[in-house]
């Protein structure tokens, strides 16, 4: 059983193709489906044309943002197994039920269709930024990302909920999410897709969002592992000792430029433990309130589930939780 959310602002001329792709795609298959659309505060038909076609359409007064969009869908969806995609016709929507089998049936908590071909690459313009956010998401994973932002994706709905303060509103929603998924021990896979022009123009404005999203990725870093991005920063300034004090060698015929070196590689040291230092102290900080967070949800499956009854064998009763919580967060 699949939710597929489709967020759409003005988006008029694709959005019945791209429900009724949806729809024979997991007809087909036999998957049991919804289909919600949300209608971003369009200006146009949009809403009335999608419930036309059949969908569900949660209509916002006003644009609220890419991913708020997905939220609401998400959260008024009735499966626990979430498919995304876009309206405008640049997703190959038939790909969401491979999608599908690889979280329903092959383990995995999230697939995500990597895009591929010449439309995905666009303009020099934003590879760049691109390969910046996929490098930075890598490195505070430890994993291989194929694709950080891709829209096309099937994932556990309980992801969103119960990360659903650090995913972002805006288009940086897919890439929060993945972020929230790896950073979390989520079992992630990509399936290779391809990319299509879109129908209709363009919402996104690239200056404005690539800064936002560099915000809130270094966002997620800091909240879900801080300390990686900490020796990010106590590493540049060893290096920057490091070639502060070859400097001071190279020019120590020259005194005062020497001396000045050598301040500049001294500082930069300072700096670099005390950087670490800090990012030890934020480590701690994020284990404490982990701890906080991981005694919530284990009270709310024990409420969920057992609600009419007394703890099964093996199970915790809400005062051994709340004791256990409290020793561990007390020992550390």
């Not at 795609?25 to 036309?52: C, F, M, P, Q, Y």
């Not at 829209?151 to 805006?170: E, H, N």
Request: hydrophobic share 45%; proline share 3%; with cysteine.
């Amino acid at each position: 059983m699949l939710s597929v959310v489709i967020p759409a602002l003005n988006e008029e001329a694709a959005i019945a193709d791209t429900v009724r792709r949806v729809r024979a795609a997991l007809e087909g298959d036999g998957v049991v489906h919804e289909i919600i659309v949300v209608n971003d505060g369009s200006t146009d038909n949009t809403g009335k044309v999608a419930r036309r076609c059949g969908a569900q359409v949660i209509d916002h007064p006003a644009p609220g943002g890419y991913g708020l969009a997905l939220k609401a869908g998400i959260l008024t969806s009735k499966y626990d197994l979430i498919a995304i995609t876009d309206a405008d016709g640049t997703y190959p929507c038939e790909r969401i039920r491979e999608l599908y089998r690889l979280v329903a049936t092959d383990g995995f908590d999230m697939a995500v269709g990597a895009r591929t071909g010449a439309e995905y690459k666009g303009s020099y313009v934003k590879m760049p930024a691109r390969r910046v956010f996929v490098w930075l998401s890598e490195y505070a994973t430890g994993r291989k990302i194929d694709d950080i932002n891709s829209g096309l994706r099937v994932f556990r709905k309980d992801i969103v909920t119960r990360y659903m303060a650090t995913i972002s509103d805006g288009f940086s929603f897919t890439t929060t999410i993945t972020l929230a998924a790896m950073l979390n021990g989520y079992f992630v896979t990509y399936l290779p897709i391809g990319y299509h022009k879109r129908v209709g123009k363009s919402h996104v404005r690239y200056l404005r969002d690539t800064l936002r999203s560099l915000q809130i990725i270094v966002e997620n870093i800091l909240y879900y592992n801080p300390l990686k991005l900490f020796l990010l920063a106590a590493t540049a300034l060893v290096l920057l000792a490091s070639v502060a004090i070859g400097g001071a060698v190279l020019v120590r015929f020259h005194e005062t430029w020497a001396l000045g070196l050598l301040i500049l590689a001294a500082l930069s040291i300072v700096g670099a433990v005390g950087v670490g230092a800090v990012g030890l102290v934020a480590v701690m900080f994020r284990r404490v309130a982990g701890s906080q967070g991981e005694l919530y949800w284990r009270r709310r499956r024990l409420v969920n589930s057992r609600a009419d009854g007394p703890p099964a064998d093996g199970e915790l009763a809400p005062s051994e939780i709340e004791n256990g919580a409290d020793a561990n967060v007390s020992s550390m």
